[in-house]
């Protein structure tokens, strides 16, 4: 393998879906898989979509590397734009671990040994962030060395803006955003995400969003009465908390795709 050592390599697939999957508009957006290279090959992080694999073969080649040089495939979380490819992908790398968190493991088809994605654990170069709440098991990984950030879908970037995932695909939105205030209060250099490409500044920026989100729930909570909350807790009590009208499109019981 002829790969720099911290190299790393995005592999970007678009995504269009028709009106009524995420909202009652089409939406399109990017999916993006990450190769990166170590001093004993090179470790894939997520498999995009079915069919991702030419475009990793694409990849591999560009770093000067080989299906056989990947060494482990770290699954962020068990979405299908995340883990889709992960068929085709194994075959071509029969050597490769496969790692996940351990709240997403039965999710994923996957009929092999499985490696689990904890909290400070170590994967080659790269640290394990355990920053559930998109899914139970969501992961982010950290190159410290590179100070590089891979956020997975904890958020994400749409037309240079930060941006959170949506509410339709998160399974629990008040867990997703302690995770998002945790790795706030950390600094790295760069951040790459699974959603849209790099910002200037990232970890600024991402500070500001929470920042942002907690003024508006501080104002939300100072005009809430007694009355009112008490009826929050009382539509609570029935099957789906979410109003029709509500932002937040999909079913209250459903754990998302």
Do not use: K
Not at 127 to 134: D, F, R, Y
């Amino acid at each position: 393998m002829s790969a720099r050592v911290g190299a790393v390599e995005a592999v970007v697939m678009d995504v269009h879906l028709p009106a009524g999957v995420a909202g009652p508009d089409p939406l399109s957006f990017d999916v993006r898989c990450f190769l990166v290279a170590h001093p004993t090959g090179v470790v894939l992080i997520d498999t995009c979509l079915p069919g991702s694999d030419g475009l990793i073969a694409a990849a591999l080649e560009r770093i000067g590397a080989e299906w056989s040089d990947i060494t482990d495939i770290l699954l962020t979380h068990a979405h299908a734009d995340h883990i889709g490819g992960l068929p085709g992908v194994t075959p071509r790398a029969p050597g490769a671990s496969v790692w996940a968190g351990a709240e997403d493991q039965a999710r994923i088809p996957f009929a092999g040994q499985w490696q689990t994605l904890a909290e400070g654990g170590r994967v080659r170069e790269l640290h394990v962030l355990e920053t559930p709440g998109h899914t139970p098991g969501h992961c982010s990984l950290v190159h410290e060395v590179a100070s590089l950030l891979f956020a997975g879908d904890l958020v994400g970037t749409m037309a240079g803006t930060l941006t959170r995932s949506p509410a339709a695909f998160t399974q629990d939105a008040e867990l997703a955003e302690r995770s998002l205030q945790r790795v706030a209060e950390l600094h790295y250099d760069r951040v790459l995400f699974s959603h849209g490409g790099e910002i200037p500044e990232p970890m600024d920026a991402l500070r500001q969003l929470v920042r942002t989100e907690a003024a508006v729930a501080s104002t939300r909570n100072s005009r809430t009465s007694p009355r009112s909350r008490c009826s929050v807790r009382t539509t609570r009590s029935s099957r789906c908390s979410t109003p029709a009208s509500s932002a937040s499109w999909w079913p209250c019981d459903s754990s998302g795709p």
